[in-house]
């Protein structure tokens, strides 16, 4: 048991948080000791009767089996990738920037998935388009072994997965993931690979191209970096800066989204439809 602990332990805070979030409410709803409806996005409850928790959790609520497993991969991977080469010794800043995609993709999806909801769909869509967007020049994805693309293009197959296994209304709903995503890195990171303005601590100085217009807004209050122990920061590390660790090309295998169709009954009784947003309560 130490060992696991140790281990956990190595994971950087922002993705074990959010793993762990994820492992726990789906967890809890697999072996039936809550009820999936204490966790969904329902703006009424959040807004009169305060219940403020499902903001987090329905973020973090996935379906069981193989769709479980591939969500949590997804998850942990891109997360670690940005966490430990992007915003290395910046978690606090992928935090703070996390609380605004959330906040985005809640109000870009109501039109297109009214509640209740889960946003683990497009969440994950978002934090997809980042790593892809920031990929180094000439990394490659590998779609089940057969075809190889370049990683840019990595949101856009998923998306289209999404529509050939779940229809346009799953597409659709994973859709807001990807505008928030392309948001977050045009916004913040600027529209070159090479360049953001973050030095030292927060975003400051100058290095090859230039920060988005929302970078000022996507530094973390110093309270958060103080928390996180943020305050160190390597010199010259802001965006672009940890990309030390992410140099080269490389392959990223796509797994599949979804192995076989599910039905009526799986989706009615709360089955999640991978590539989608998961919906309650509604036909």
């Not at 920060?211 to 209050?221: F, H, M, T, W």
């Not at 160190?232 to 940890?242: F, L």
Request: proline content about 6%; aromatic content about 14%; overall charge positive.
């Amino acid at each position: 048991m130490d060992s696991i602990i140790a281990e956990i332990k190595k994971i950087p805070p922002v993705t074990r948080f959010m793993c762990i979030s994820l492992v726990g409410l789906t967890l809890s709803t697999m072996l039936s000791l809550v009820s999936p409806y204490n966790y969904v996005y329902y703006s009424k409850l959040v807004m009169y009767r305060f219940q403020i928790w499902r903001l987090w959790s329905s973020f973090f609520l996935s379906g069981g089996g193989i769709t479980f497993i591939f969500n949590l991969l997804f998850l942990y991977r891109n997360a670690n990738e940005l966490e430990t080469s992007h915003y290395m010794r910046k978690s606090a800043d992928l935090c703070w920037q996390l609380i605004f995609v959330a906040l985005s993709i809640i109000v870009i999806s109501f039109p297109l998935n009214p509640p209740p909801v889960t946003f683990l769909s497009p969440f994950l869509l978002s934090l997809i388009y980042l790593t892809s967007s920031l990929a180094p020049v000439g990394a490659q994805a590998n779609l089940f072994g057969l075809i190889t693309f370049p990683v840019k293009y990595y949101p856009y197959v998923i998306l289209a997965m999404d529509f050939l296994l779940g229809g346009p209304r799953a597409a659709a709903e994973a859709i807001p993931g990807a505008i928030v995503g392309h948001i977050w890195w045009w916004g913040v990171w600027g529209s070159e690979l090479g360049g953001s303005r973050w030095e030292g601590e927060g975003m400051r100085g100058a290095s090859r191209g230039s920060g988005g217009i929302l970078e000022e807004v996507a530094r973390a209050p110093r309270w958060l970096s103080r928390w996180f122990n943020d305050t160190a920061r390597v010199p010259g590390a802001g965006p672009g800066a940890g990309r030390g660790a992410n140099q080269g090309g490389g392959v990223h295998v796509v797994p599949p989204r979804r192995f076989v169709n599910e039905t009526q009954e799986q989706r009615g009784s709360g089955g999640y439809n991978w590539g989608s947003g998961r919906r309650l309560g509604g036909s």
